[in-house]
């Protein structure tokens, strides 16, 4: 994929809309992305279900248009709220979509104080806006995208992490700290300058998939990073340093064994192993969601807590529910 092209989420193309801004699709035949949806031309019915059903959720626009893409999708998303304005899936794909740029924003700031408050604000916004997404049960998977972006992955694990926690009945409080546990869990991937105490570097492109050497670092890099922000709370601090610790004690950077690791934690844990085989990294493609679980699961009881991989499991196989 070319650097100065940003993956959007075909759902957000809503029928009978003008986006206004050329819509991409890669062709990995010829090996470049072609127009498949005009600036200047409504997206119709047939080819919102074409690009929907066929793109594989790779669908761009160029950097350069982001700016009138995210005034198109903040319209949209306002008129969805409007009864029956657009199926639920729809609407909750837009929000989704607005949250993961709010993300991408707080990236952009260059600034660990700005980040982290930009997490609890999109918490915030999140919790606002999203009563009754659990009635789209297993569908709401396909909302998230596959990306691999530092901001996609941080927004796939904090949902994954909300939604695990409201399956487990924890508190509201809780959920909404495992929701901005997941959005900040990788903090220690961003480069802190020396000379500048608040400035940070964000990843290009896609995340790599880590040595274990590089994932010890950042759990520690990460837990001093969030230690330095006087507006951090307990739950994100803890997940981001022990998202890596496994219920068996082989985990790190302690090796904290199961009754020992903090529950929110091991939520993150799960959500970010979860997001993490989905998601497409440098070098490796994302699994699809059978083989993803088929490796998740071999790693319950081991890994991760089994009561949380049966929520994850049960969350994943429960149909949608009417509105």
């Known amino acids: 994929m070319l650097p100065d092209l940003l993956p959007i989420h075909p759902w957000t193309l809503l029928p009978d809309r003008i986006v206004g801004v050329d819509v991409l699709v890669w062709d990995e035949q010829a090996m470049t992305a072609i127009k ?19 793109s594989g ?7 350069r248009n982001q700016s009138q893409y995210r005034r198109y999708l903040s319209e949209s998303l306002e008129s969805s709220e409007q009864p029956s304005a657009v199926p639920p899936l729809l609407r909750f794909t837009l929000l989704f979509e607005s949250i993961r740029f709010q993300l991408l924003d707080g990236l952009g700031t260059c600034s660990l104080s700005k980040w982290v408050q930009c997490a609890y604000d999109a918490t915030h916004q999140f919790f606002e806006k999203s009563n009754g ?43 909404r700290e495992c929701l901005t546990s997941g959005f900040l869990h990788d903090t220690g991937k961003l480069q802190l300058d020396p000379d500048y105490a608040d400035q940070i570097e964000v990843p290009d492109g896609y995340m790599v998939v880590d040595s274990r050497q ?8 990460g837990f001093v990073f969030l230690s330095k922000i006087p507006s951090i ?38 959500a970010n192993r979860w997001d993490g085989l989905l998601c497409d990294r440098k070098g490796r493609p994302g699994l699809s969601r059978i083989a993803a679980w088929k490796q998740l699961s ?18 994943l196989n429960r149909p949608s529910r009417n509105y």
């Open 133 to 175: 997404m659990e009635r789209l049960g297993k569908e709401i998977v396909s909302t998230f995208r596959k990306d691999g972006g530092f901001a996609t992955h941080a927004f796939n694990a904090g949902v994954y992490a909300y939604l695990i926690a409201k399956e487990m009945g924890l508190s509201t409080l809780d959920q």
């Open 233 to 270: 709370t307990r739950t994100p601090l803890l997940a981001c340093y022990q998202h890596h610790e496994y219920v068996n004690g082989m985990g790190f950077p302690v090796g904290l064994e199961g009754p020992d690791i903090p529950l929110t934690s091991k939520v993150c844990a799960l």
């Open 214 to 221: 590089e994932q010890l670092a950042h759990c520690t890099a």
């Open 57 to 63: 959720q790779k669908c761009y626009i160029e950097n």
């Open 36 to 54: 498949c949806i005009d600036s200047r031309e409504q997206v119709t019915r047939s080819s919102f279900d074409q690009i929907a059903r066929g």
């Open 298 to 315: 071999s790693e319950s009881g081991t890994l991760w807590d089994k009561e949380l991989v049966s929520c994850l499991e049960r969350l």
